[in-house]
């Protein structure tokens, strides 16, 4: 059942992006390898907190710049 919530949640997120001109299909494809990892990986991978802190750092650089 957490499956069918986390594909409804981000599924809904990636459309809106879409349509909206915000993200790109390579974008949302990476975006959603990175949630796949993360839920094939057991918990307490380093990849979470890596991944925030990259996606972290690309929003202040995109806001900056």
Same mark, same amino acid.
């Given at each position: 059942?957490?499956?069918?919530?986390? $594909?409804? =949640? #981000?599924? !809904? /997120?990636?459309?809106?992006?879409? $349509?909206?001109?915000?993200?790109?299909?390579? !974008?949302?494809? /990476?975006?959603?390898?990175? /949630?796949?990892?993360?839920?094939?990986?057991?918990?307490?991978?380093? &990849? =979470?907190?890596?991944?925030?802190?990259?996606?972290?750092?690309?929003? $202040? #650089?995109? &806001?900056? $710049?």
């Amino acid at each position: 059942s957490s499956g069918l919530i986390s $594909v409804g =949640s #981000c599924g !809904a /997120l990636m459309l809106v992006l879409f $349509v909206t001109g915000v993200m790109s299909v390579p !974008a949302m494809a /990476l975006l959603t390898a990175l /949630l796949v990892l993360e839920r094939i990986l057991p918990a307490g991978a380093p &990849l =979470s907190a890596l991944s925030g802190i990259a996606l972290a750092i690309c929003a $202040v #650089c995109r &806001l900056v $710049v």
